[in-house]
């Protein structure tokens, strides 16, 4: 049995691993090879990805994998690991090969990274090595105290369009935090991954008076809000009236909405399957949410 980790490797040395890991995707998660070579060669996957590896002979076994992962938190810029891609084939589980790749990885994590964030379904298995569950708080205000001002209806965005997969990029890459308070800066390979599903790709719509992709759904009385991504924000009351559905009374952000300071917010039970959990020195700051969309 041969590891393979490549640590801040070329891009032909990263290409050439993470190809070989295809079949793991597909028999533990189910992600088809024929994504993940569209994601490539759309060019969406993130150059900081750094695979370790359990190999037996040329059939990748066993995977960790972390990437870097820039964060606002309380104002202050950092720069986060994040972990993903933890996987094993079937037939070699329970022999310790997760708990190997692990420990190799956070050696390599503390030497660069004070913060490492992780999502799992199964908390137990990474509390041994130090991570502990960050509890998300999803938010939510009334509307019926908002002075709406012109109505503007929004384009829905078609990401197999040239000119809509760039308008979309260019914002992606240049916009905002969508939370001072906590945010992930820099999703780009989350969110194109998640944009494979239909799901996602029906939320996302285009706001020209302000030059923003907002990302959202409705039913007949709420507003939730799951992205905004834009250099200079709209106020709610403008969004609102942009959605063109006038029986809103309440919104539901899925992120910290601190640029939106004139509604009264309330924390909002959410419980998710897929558990946020972090690693290191301090804490987050109470409440937060990790914005669906650029989940990993």
Not at 144 to 154: E, I, P
Not at 163 to 170: F, I, Q, R, T, V
């Amino acid at each position: 049995m041969v590891i393979c980790c490549i640590s801040r490797p070329p891009t032909a040395a990263i290409l050439l691993c993470v190809r070989k890991l295809y079949p793991l995707f597909e028999d533990v998660f189910g992600i088809s090879a024929v994504l993940l070579k569209d994601f490539h060669r759309r060019g969406f996957w993130d150059p900081s990805y750094c695979p370790y590896t359990f190999f037996d002979g040329d059939i990748a076994v066993a995977n960790a994998s972390r990437f870097e992962l820039p964060l606002m938190i309380k104002g202050r810029s950092i720069t986060a690991a994040g972990i993903q891609s933890v996987m094993t084939l079937p037939k070699y589980r329970h022999r310790g090969f997760m708990t190997s790749l692990f420990e190799r990885m956070l050696e390599d994590i503390d030497q660069y990274y004070s913060l490492s964030l992780l999502f799992t379904e199964t908390p137990s298995l990474y509390k041994k090595f130090g991570f502990r569950i960050a509890p998300e708080t999803r938010f939510c205000a009334r509307l019926s105290d908002l002075a709406f001002g012109t109505k503007c209806l929004l384009k829905r965005l078609d990401l197999s369009q040239c000119n809509d997969a760039s308008l979309l990029d260019h914002l992606l890459r240049g916009s905002t935090p969508v939370s001072y308070r906590f945010a992930p800066t820099a999703y780009t390979s989350s969110f194109y991954l998640n944009c494979y599903d239909d799901t996602w790709q029906a939320r996302i719509y285009y706001y020209p008076d302000w030059n923003a992709v907002l990302i959202f759904d409705t039913d007949p009385d709420t507003l939730r809000m799951y992205a905004i991504l834009a250099e200079e924000w709209p106020t709610m009351a403008e969004i609102v009236q942009a959605t063109g559905v006038t029986s809103l009374s309440w919104v539901v952000t899925d992120f910290y909405p601190d640029r939106f300071p004139d509604l009264k917010w309330n924390s909002v039970a959410y419980e998710s399957p897929g558990k946020l959990m972090i690693r290191g020195k301090g804490e987050l700051p109470i409440p937060i949410k990790y914005p669906d969309m650029a989940k990993f």
